[in-house]
């Protein structure tokens, strides 16, 4: 059968193991029910997520324009201690701040190749712990808006990563790690505007992923310049689809490619 669409990120449901979808126009795909099947991939063109028009992208699926012009772009995204709509001012589109930071927000510890700190809505729990790979998760504390959450991030830094290795976490080389111990170390580190939101007791969250075979030398597959793959799918964990020659392809870099697949 033939599907075609923009690739944006697989839309994931919490289940044992995690459930993947990718959504097309006028179809999706479980992801989960392709495992040992053969997926043949071929690029079509750009698709800008944001103004639809056949234009290289740039980043996060944007044209190049449009990166440097819309608020969903903006450099608050992946830094949110740049964020300053809780001080009534404008970056991009005040409204569209408003809405995305002055909501409650979470700082946490996640284990995908290492233990690393980071930041997600609150909405996006766990979203962004499934995205990111990580077998094993916590929070940490939840301030009401993304400036703060972005301020004990940077504070946290210091004394944990912020980044995933993603070969390890593709390989699966990774070890459990006690969560609840490195919350409560790295209690102390905490900024003072941050320290009344401390989540004193809770518990780890497990997370498991649709993975019949981990890649030993995992190579990122590069759809634009291959033009055309197939694989036979063995695995999905974070946003990368995993084949049976160690093949991987990160859909969510590939965002605003637009794809065609057969499956076999």
């Known amino acids: 059968m033939f599907y075609q669409g923009v690739l944006t990120k697989m839309q994931t449901e919490f289940a044992d193991p995690i459930q993947y979808y990718l959504i097309l126009e006028n179809d999706f795909l479980n992801m989960n029910q392709l495992l040992d099947k053969t997926i043949h991939m071929t690029f079509v063109k750009h698709q800008c997520l944001n103004c639809g028009l056949d234009k290289p992208i740039y980043r996060q699926g944007f044209c190049k324009s449009c990166f440097f012009d819309i608020p969903q772009a903006a450099d608050w995204i992946m830094r949110p201690e740049l964020s300053t709509a809780h001080l009534d001012k404008e970056d991009r589109d005040l409204e569209y701040e408003k809405k995305v930071q002055l909501q409650p927000h979470i700082v946490y510890l996640a284990n995908s190749s290492n233990v690393k700190v980071g930041v997600t809505r609150k909405s996006q729990v766990p979203t962004r712990w499934i995205d990111q790979g990580a077998h094993e998760a916590i929070e940490i504390v939840e301030v009401p808006n993304r ?7 940077v504070a946290l830094k210091d004394h944990v990563a912020d980044k995933t290795n993603w070969r390890k976490m593709l390989k699966n080389d990774i070890e459990d790690e006690n969560l609840i111990e490195w919350r409560d170390r790295l209690k102390v580190f905490l900024p003072e505007q941050a320290r009344d939101y401390f989540i ?12 019949k075979q981990y890649p030993s030398k995992p190579k990122s597959l590069n759809i634009e310049k291959e033009q055309t793959y197939s694989g036979k799918l063995v695995g999905v964990k974070g946003q990368y689809l995993i084949f049976e020659d160690d093949t991987v392809f990160n859909i969510r870099a590939n965002e605003g490619l637009v794809l065609k697949f057969e499956i076999a």
């Open 200 to 211: 004193a007791s809770n518990s780890e969250t497990h997370l498991e992923f649709p993975v």
């Open 147 to 153: 400036y703060l959450a972005g301020i004990t991030e």
